[in-house]
């Protein structure tokens, strides 16, 4: 796929993320997919970001990681990107995923119903369309592995009730 981290050149305000800080074990090869929540995204096109170089450094050290999103994801990233920074940096993030960086999944027929069962299930937590999109992805493409700075993604299970392996950590 040939895939390379953007380089950043913008500049932002960093987004407070509460998270922790990842170990050393994220630096061990991780090969086959992997769903990317919206905190990595971010931090990799934002260059003053706190987790921007711990995100590079993965995509880096993982070259042969495929790199798996969902649409709501995506929306999330660009509104976030445009606002902290600029348009022209949500763009690069779109024009990033077009040349192969990221694949998007499309939601199927009743991806919105696992998403509103996720919701249910996972009450306590305050909703996160995005969150919830990358749960029902993980569940459907038996993917348990994801790229997340989201300390909520601890508590997700798959559809089986594996927890999702956070690959940062």
Not at 3 to 14: E, I, M, T
Not at 103 to 121: M, Q
Request: with cysteine; glycine share 6%.
């Amino acid at each position: 796929m040939g895939r390379q981290a953007p380089r950043s050149p913008v500049k932002s305000r960093g987004a407070a993320v509460a998270a922790r800080e990842p170990s050393a074990a994220y630096r061990m090869a991780h090969t086959g997919p992997a769903l990317v929540d919206s905190g990595p995204l971010i931090a990799l096109f934002n260059a003053a970001d706190h987790w921007h170089g711990t995100v590079r450094a993965w995509l880096e050290a993982n070259p042969a990681a495929a790199l798996l999103s969902t649409w709501p994801v995506a929306t999330e990233v660009c509104a976030l990107l445009a606002r902290r920074i600029a348009n022209d940096c949500a763009l690069d993030f779109l024009r990033w995923a077009q040349r192969g960086g990221i694949v998007l999944d499309v939601a199927v027929p009743g991806s919105l119903t696992e998403v509103l069962r996720i919701s249910g299930r996972f009450a306590s937590l305050p909703f996160d369309l995005a969150d919830a999109s990358i749960t029902e992805a993980a569940s459907r493409l038996r993917i348990r592995h994801v790229l997340t700075l989201d300390a909520d993604f601890d508590a997700y299970r798959d559809k089986g009730g594996k927890p999702l392996v956070n690959v940062l950590r």
